[in-house]
């Protein structure tokens, strides 16, 4: 079963537009939510992150949006640029004791289009 | 270096074979981690360390898969008797604390004929 749902699976924007990947999630108990970007032959890279006591974290062009009681987040890149083309990843992390690996979306390629 | 790195980068082996990947986590980080990840997939966890141990094993698929993690840095995760399913890349990463941020590697890209 998916932990994390992420959409969509691809998405084309011109350059300069703004960019919008979603995520969502069941388990309450996550406590910490991570963007990684990932570009072929490259291990993912993180982005930006936020815990869920924040409703939104803005770094640069790269902004999360966090609804706590939708369950759901979301990267939202502005002024999107040919080099932002890449895999995102969501992901999520449950503080149960001893455990603190990441659940993972199953990603979203962007192309970013001159 | 300044990063996680991962040897050897693709490692190609037939069916039955044992083979293993290495780990060299960012210097003084404490936690690793081994996901693998599928063609077209987000990495799924495999295990985690916190120092020597292997604090959560929980991900690793059946008793062909092992890691070690023997002093507290490199680690080595250990594949018998390989099958084509387990054609992946294999990343890891490491966190200077097990709350912390997670880093990864480039991976190591398996591929069992």
């Known amino acids: 079963q998916q932990q994390v749902k992420q959409s969509p699976q691809s998405l084309i924007v011109q350059k300069g537009g703004i960019s919008i990947i979603n995520c969502a999630y069941e388990?309450?108990?996550?406590?910490?939510f991570p963007w990684y970007q990932q570009f072929p032959g490259k291990g993912p890279a993180l982005l930006i992150a936020?815990?869920?006591?924040?409703s939104e974290k803005k770094e640069g062009r790269f902004t999360i949006s966090f609804n706590k009681s939708a369950k759901q987040f979301s990267l939202h890149i502005m002024d999107s640029q040919p080099g932002d083309s890449a895999t995102y990843f969501c992901?999520?992390?449950?503080?149960?004791?001893?455990?603190?690996?990441?659940?993972f979306g199953t990603g979203t390629r962007l192309t970013v289009i001159p | 270096g300044a990063g996680v790195s991962q040897t050897p980068s693709n490692k190609v082996t037939e069916k039955g074979k044992y083979v293993e990947l290495r780990c060299d986590p960012i210097?003084?980080?404490?936690?690793l981690y081994w996901y693998r990840q599928s063609l077209g997939q987000g990495p799924e966890f495999l295990i985690y360390?916190?120092?020597?141990?292997?604090?959560?094993d929980s991900g690793l698929p059946n008793d062909r898969f092992f890691a070690v993690r023997p002093e507290g840095s490199v680690s080595t995760l250990k594949i018998q008797r390989t099958e084509r399913g387990d054609s992946a890349v294999y990343l890891c990463?490491?966190?200077?604390?097990?709350?912390?941020?997670?880093?990864f590697g480039p991976g190591t890209r398996l591929t069992v004929l």
């Open positions: 992901a999520a992390r449950s503080p149960r004791t001893g455990a603190n690996n990441l659940f």
């Open positions: 360390f916190q120092g020597t141990g292997a604090a959560d």
């Open positions: 210097s003084g980080h404490t936690a």
């Open positions: 388990n309450t108990a996550f406590d910490y």
């Open positions: 936020i815990r869920p006591d924040v």
């Open positions: 990463a490491s966190s200077l604390m097990p709350a912390d941020a997670q880093f």
